[in-house]
């Protein structure tokens, strides 16, 4: 019984991680570019602009 739901969680994962796949946002060489430079530039910081861009931003030490 153990090993069915194991399964279960491993098909579970598997679509979710498909889905995850086909609804990510892909940027153009130009938008990241774009992205990195206004980024260099340091006129907002690094949370600001990933908030307009609508960019997931994971939090860690460097990021406020």
Known sequence: ???KSQ???TGAAKVIKDIR?????Q???EKK???VLDGLR???TIAELC????IWLRAGPCCS
Do not use: D, P, V, W
């Open 7 to 9: 399964t279960r969680q």
């Open 33 to 35: 570019i774009r992205i």
């Open 21 to 25: 796949r086909g609804t990510r946002k």
């Open 51 to 54: 908030r307009r861009e609508g």
């Open 27 to 29: 940027y153009s060489a």
């Open 42 to 44: 340091g006129e907002e």
């Open 1 to 3: 019984m153990r090993q």
